[in-house]
């Protein structure tokens, strides 16, 4: 029996255009809430780049942000943190910062950003009117280790990373024992060592008392691995990455072709 059905963001639940959640997805989201099913958002954003799902999607009952570092009940209250502490995050911020890297730093749900930056936020694989939106509900601040000084962060993140200078930063990262992953292509996310969507959907279904074989969980990027090896139902999407769908015990249909609704509709309506 499904208790909880976890859900990412973007190449998931969102059509192509990273916003907007297609009627058939949100008629059959609500029939299994409408079921007792709980339904999570866990997602490599924090909880100000979400807002526009809570407003399509009027029944979401948990939030799992920055890679499953932060999660919390629809209300706002805090559930669990798994944080980086100030020293850590500055030195990632600050290496980024040595390649002209745009990079945003996500603390308690806002995202933060050095406001010279603000120009340069761009992406070869996001549209502009996306971007616009991102960038809407950044905090722009002079220097964001100073505004947040000894503040814990959820997650650094670049939008961007250039494919010449991708691998070795990644490898630095990698070797300082932090967790590296992406949602689209050439962006990076770094996390405390440990994080991951799978470890933070553990650990909410455990205050829930929710186990793994109650839990269906969809998801396209690298960062939804761990999440789908550990739910007992899982599902990659179409257009998934290989090791991602090798992760899951099944495929959905693609994002932009209601993946989510079919399997929904499939197993529980």
């Not at 040595?98 to 730093?105: A, C, L, M, N, S």
């Not at 220097?143 to 959820?154: G, Q, R």
Request: aromatic residues 8%.
């Amino acid at each position: 029996m499904i208790k909880l059905i976890a859900m990412d963001l973007d190449g998931t639940l969102f059509d192509s255009d990273h916003k907007t959640i297609s009627e058939r997805n949100i008629k059959a989201i609500k029939t299994a809430s409408s079921k007792g099913i709980k339904i999570a958002i866990c997602s490599g954003r924090t909880c100000c780049h979400i807002k526009n799902v809570l407003e399509q999607l009027k029944v979401v009952d948990y939030i799992l942000a920055s890679n499953g570092a932060l999660a919390m009940d629809i209300t706002g209250n805090v559930i669990a943190t798994d944080c980086m502490d100030y020293d850590t995050w500055k030195f990632v911020y600050e290496f980024l910062e040595q390649f002209g890297i745009v990079t945003e730093i996500y603390c308690n749900g806002n995202s933060y950003m050095k406001k010279s930056s603000s120009d340069l936020y761009k992406s070869d694989y996001l549209n502009d009117e996306f971007l616009k939106e991102l960038k809407s509900e950044i905090t722009f601040c002079d220097n964001p280790t100073e505004t947040l000084n000894n503040k814990l962060a959820e997650k650094v993140t670049s939008i961007y990373v250039p494919k010449d200078k991708y691998d070795r930063i990644k490898t630095t990262f990698i070797e300082k024992n932090l967790t590296v992953t992406s949602s689209i292509p050439f962006n990076m996310e770094i996390n405390k060592v440990g994080v991951n969507k799978g470890k933070g959907l553990s650990s909410l279904c455990n205050i829930l008392g929710i186990n793994a074989s109650e839990v269906m969980a969809f998801g396209d990027g690298d960062n939804d691995i761990q999440m789908l090896q550990w739910a007992g139902q899982s599902y990659a999407m179409k257009n998934a990455q290989d090791a991602v769908k090798k992760a899951a015990k099944w495929i959905a249909d693609y994002n932009y072709k209601d993946g989510i609704a079919k399997a929904i509709e499939e197993v529980l309506i």
